[in-house]
């Protein structure tokens, strides 16, 4: 069956970086499209990222662009989101999830995935 798996999250100092690995299994994965989303506690799921499945084309949220970089590995099939200039807004759980196929306009609405990994916390002191 499918499966995605999150790492590196853990607790990262305001201003710092980390990078989110998402390790996928049982699809053929440069047949998928990837995105990130987080959520916070209190709030809804929301967008970060997405890549095209050969990588050429990334999405941004506006709250993450120019911090936030998506990149993927098909040879590794794992997608990274490297974070950067982290800021205590950023405290969330990350999931990363997977759409088949490529993407259309709405790579930023959950609704459109199918896999969902079982996500990573990230927590950013002040």
């Known amino acids: 069956q499918v499966q995605l798996v999150e790492s590196g999250g853990g607790l990262v100092q305001a201003g710092g970086s980390l990078r989110l690995s998402c390790a996928a299994s049982?699809?053929?994965?440069?047949?998928?499209?990837m995105g990130w989303f987080r959520q916070a506690p209190g709030k809804e799921r929301e967008f970060v990222s997405a890549?095209?499945?050969?990588?050429?084309?990334?999405y941004y949220s506006d709250s993450v662009k120019g911090r936030f970089t998506i990149s993927r590995e098909n040879a590794k099939n794992t997608v990274y989101l490297q974070v950067n200039s982290v800021k205590t807004e950023d405290t969330a759980v990350y999931y990363c999830?997977?759409?088949?196929?490529?993407?259309?306009?709405?790579?930023?609405?959950?609704?459109?995935?199918?896999?969902w990994g079982q996500g990573a916390q990230v927590t950013v002191s002040s």
């Open positions: 999830a997977a759409k088949a196929g490529r993407f259309v306009r709405n790579w930023y609405d959950s609704r459109i995935y199918k896999y």
């Open positions: 049982g699809l053929t994965f440069i047949a998928y499209s």
């Open positions: 890549i095209s499945g050969n990588g050429e084309s990334t």
